[in-house]
């Protein structure tokens, strides 16, 4: 998909604000709010824009405990992978869940709990009870010194 300079700029307008109104968007970006309704429609027609939501305050919620948790499978297959994925996806505190590389885990998985007793719960009754989990690492997240959903899209200003 071909960029403009307007359409990098409605981009960077909707990270920082995704519930900005059409005719505020427009008005910031420099284009009337018809055309900018179609440009930001056909974004998302064609996938760049996948989804618009609201981002919450956890603590604000009572979920004050964030563990970032490396799992280590016993097995490399498709289909232990799979069902581990499967089974990941189910669980509400897991808000993030990476296969990753260049560790000695497959996973990391980001969790959100109200406090340490919820996280021994969710670790000893329900992570290490998934078929093929072999080994788990947990950290716990002290402070976020930087938490952005924002894509870097600088690289785009020379297109």
Known sequence: MELDKL???ILREL???GS???ADLAERVGLSA???ARRVKRMQDEGLIESQVIVLNPSHLGLKLSALVQVSMDRHTPDRFERFEAEIRKHPEVTECLLITG???DYQLKVIVPDMDDYQEFLLNTLTRIEGVADVHSSFI???????TALPLHHLDGI
């Open 7 to 9: 359409d990098r700029r």
């Open 34 to 36: 018809t055309p900018c």
């Open 103 to 105: 560790q000695s885990a």
């Open 20 to 22: 900005i109104t059409n």
């Open 142 to 148: 002290l402070r976020k010194v930087l938490d952005t």
């Open 15 to 17: 990270q920082l604000d």
